[in-house]
């Protein structure tokens, strides 16, 4: 529902067994909350609702587990793999983990067992945030990896206390020898690279784990769509951000960079303007220092094939820190200066600060107003004839910034569901090239 997105996440109340009523107060329960999916996530995982993301840190940290258990009937959770490094889901494991447990303990949580994404083996954890141990017999394997844009059901008979996987659609095989604990929650560890991502939904959320599409076009003075474009169906989710460099990594209407060339960490939404006037609301969401130090907010010519990955076109945008005007020739390049354009601040924006960067296209005109303040017009700037929203995270891994279009919401700025707590005096853990294998966090084989 969209007009919950601007509140907090919360709890569904539980449902009890034999359809046992709930109490009075149980009843009178406003419905004031979006219901969150992911629930505890080791400090090296960064939630943007459904999604999970990979952020340094060591491999056997990187677990989530879902916000609901369960212990009774047939049920089934979806898990989208986004992204991983090689498009080939491995470190990537999707499964159950004993919901029994205090799961805001980072040190130890209790027994799982997942699908291993790169050679579809079942491997088992007697400790969540610990090493993984590969079930021989329980699986037959394959020798292809589970791809990027891949969606692995994970079934749960909790009568029969069975386990079971179906990939993209196909027969769910049972795991054998698994005896499942009397309670369970979905559960998954990103074990790979930076900026692996998965998503994560509860049965009746499948339409999360749909892929994304840019909206059909709207025309100048009211010109109709074409019939087909009339017929496009609600099975896609709206795109909020578009290219990006290979160095930053997009869920949903969030960026944040991995790594990488300070250059290269650009991206831009989804969809351009290049009629009537138009107001893109950036906000930072997490920067080293707090002060939006290398972040940048604006607009990029849209006229630019940005799948290319190697040059884009023109851009200005806003300095977070310091409040200067910058432009580049090439958006994937370096930024100049362009002095008495802006007026400049001696305050630096902080974290959770929105910037709206506002384009008149019948004037080219640019201008950026801060945390609701006035608009300043952006001197000396003639906009091209079409533009999309621009920004730039030239500054350290793991910052972060979120884009809402006009009409629409940005993210919540922080999941109460989740247990993530600051990253930033996290060390970032780079990793070392090796070789493919399921086995690589495994202390023995069984």
Not at 135 to 143: H, I, L, N, T, V
Not at 185 to 206: H, N, W
Not at 337 to 343: C, E, K, N, S, W
Request: glycine letters at 14%; one cysteine or more; charged letters at 20%.
């Amino acid at each position: 529902m969209p007009e919950l997105q601007s509140v907090a996440e919360g709890f569904p109340l539980p449902l009890f067994p034999n359809n046992f009523p709930m109490n009075a107060a149980m009843r009178a329960h406003p419905s004031r909350f979006s219901v969150t999916t992911i629930g505890a996530a080791g400090d090296n995982l960064k939630v943007i609702g459904q999604t999970l993301v990979r952020s340094g840190g060591l491999d056997e940290k990187a677990a989530a587990v879902g916000s609901r258990g369960v212990r009774e009937g047939v049920h089934t959770f979806a898990f989208k793999i986004e992204r991983t490094a090689d498009n080939d889901g491995l470190g990537v494991f999707l499964g159950v983990a004993d919901a029994s447990v205090d799961f805001l303990n980072q040190s130890e949580w209790g027994t799982a067992y997942a699908i291993g994404c790169h050679g579809q083996n079942l491997f088992s954890w007697k400790n969540g945030l610990g090493a993984a141990c590969l079930e021989r017999a329980a699986m037959p394997g394959s020798g292809d990896s589970i791809e990027d844009g891949s969606v692995v059901l994970v079934r749960v008979d909790m009568s029969k206390r069975e386990l079971a996987f179906a990939v993209d659609g196909g027969a769910f095989e049972v795991a054998q020898g698994v005896v499942l604990p009397e309670i369970v929650r979905p559960f998954c560890k990103l074990a790979g690279v930076d900026g692996d991502m998965v998503t994560m939904a509860y049965e009746g959320q499948e339409l999360a784990l749909v892929t994304e599409a840019v909206l059909p076009p709207v025309f100048p003075n009211g010109v109709a769509q074409n019939t087909a474009m009339r017929k496009h169906g609600a099975v896609h989710s709206p795109r909020v951000l578009g290219a990006h460099g290979s160095n930053v990594a997009v869920a949903g209407s969030t960026a944040f960079r991995v790594g990488g060339t300070d250059a290269a960490a650009a991206a831009v939404g989804a969809r351009g303007t290049s009629f009537g006037v138009a107001t893109y609301t950036f906000r930072i969401d997490r920067t080293k220092g707090g002060d939006g130090l290398g972040v940048y907010f604006g607009v990029a010519d849209g006229a630019t094939d940005f799948e290319n990955g190697e040059a884009w076109g023109a851009a200005w945008a806003l300095g977070a820190h310091g409040g200067n005007l910058f432009s580049w020739e090439d958006g994937l390049g370096a930024g100049a200066l362009v002095r008495g354009a802006l007026p400049g601040s001696e305050e630096s924006l902080p974290d959770g600060a929105t910037v709206a960067v506002r384009v008149d296209m019948a004037l080219r005109e640019l201008s950026f107003a801060v945390n609701g303040g006035d608009f300043v017009v952006a001197k000396g700037v003639e906009l091209p004839p079409s533009v999309r929203p621009f920004c730039k995270l030239s500054g350290f891994t793991k910052d972060s910034v979120s884009l809402a279009y006009q009409g629409e919401d940005l993210p919540a700025l922080d999941s109460p569901g989740s247990s993530n707590k600051s990253t930033a005096e996290a060390g970032f853990n780079p990793k070392m090239p090796r070789v493919s294998s399921d086995t690589v966090l495994c202390l023995e084989l069984r």
